[in-house]
């Protein structure tokens, strides 16, 4: 039997309409306007605003906080979903601010996906089949595409488009109102129109206690990507043979090796 119930009336404001087959922890807020349809699940320390709409199938874990506007779990903006029983994953302590778009998967059984300790600033789009892990930042008017997946604590700025099926690498940068459709490496910074790598987020690897042998071996592995005259086969190999036992290099030439779209460069 569930650990959750439908939220007493004390906690949802007189104008909010939650459907009976919701399921929401007892301290969950719903504020004016909010629309709260069937087969959502929300966890302890969530709060709706006003005007917040979330429709299932969706699960969603504690303490998120969905701001005025926000729609959360609505169907694909996809011509082929045909009604298929898909749903949205949310982790805890997220932040969805005001008019943020979530999307559901197109295809049955399928989630698009969303980790713990997200700030999604207002007006975010997130497509069908998404994927964003831990930590991830997504500044003003960010909209991805469907099958984009964001690794941890990757940060991208305003205004910026992300194509479908691209990838971007954790603990990277991409600068605001950027544009490309290749895969955004990992622990590199980016900007630019199309966009190009231009550098080391040498400020985020410091922040988050990447270690200072680490930041060394992805500075060599910047130059042999970016700055020698290596094509991106033969700085892999380069990169392995200096500096294969790092782990973050490991990370990086895994991203690298699997990437069908390739690389920003």
């Not at 943020?100 to 713990?116: D, F, K, L, P």
């Not at 590199?188 to 231009?198: I, S, T």
């Amino acid at each position: 039997m569930s650990d959750r119930a439908v939220l007493p009336l004390s906690r949802v404001h007189a104008t909010a309409l939650v459907d009976p087959r919701a399921h929401l922890a007892e301290d969950v807020v719903v504020g004016p306007y909010c629309i709260v349809g069937p087969d959502v699940e929300l966890g302890p320390g969530c709060e709706l605003a006003s005007h917040v709409r979330i429709d299932g199938p969706l699960v969603a874990g504690a303490n998120n906080r969905f701001y005025h506007g926000a729609a959360i779990g609505g169907v694909p903006q996809d011509l082929k979903y045909s009604g298929a029983r898909s749903r949205v994953e949310i982790g805890d302590h997220n932040v969805f601010r005001e008019y943020v778009t979530v999307n559901r998967a197109t295809e049955e059984g399928h989630a698009t996906r969303i980790g713990s300790h997200c700030l999604l600033m207002a007006y975010v789009h997130v497509a069908h089949d998404c994927v964003l892990h831990d930590h991830v930042i997504l500044a003003n008017s960010v909209n991805l595409a469907g099958h984009v997946e964001i690794e941890e604590r990757a940060i991208i700025g305003g205004m910026t488009p992300v194509h479908q099926f691209v990838r971007i690498g954790r603990y990277s940068i991409v600068g605001g109102g950027s544009r490309g459709s290749q895969d955004m490496p990992p622990f590199f910074k980016a900007a630019g129109n199309p966009l190009r790598v231009v550098g080391l987020n040498t400020v985020g690897l410091e922040r988050n206690g990447v270690s200072v042998e680490a930041r060394r071996a992805l500075k060599e592995a910047y130059r042999h990507l970016y700055r020698s005259k290596l094509n991106v086969s033969q700085a892999v190999e380069r990169i392995r043979s200096e500096h294969g036992e790092c782990e973050e290099i490991q990370h990086l030439l895994r991203f690298i090796e699997a990437s069908d779209r390739g690389i920003v460069r």
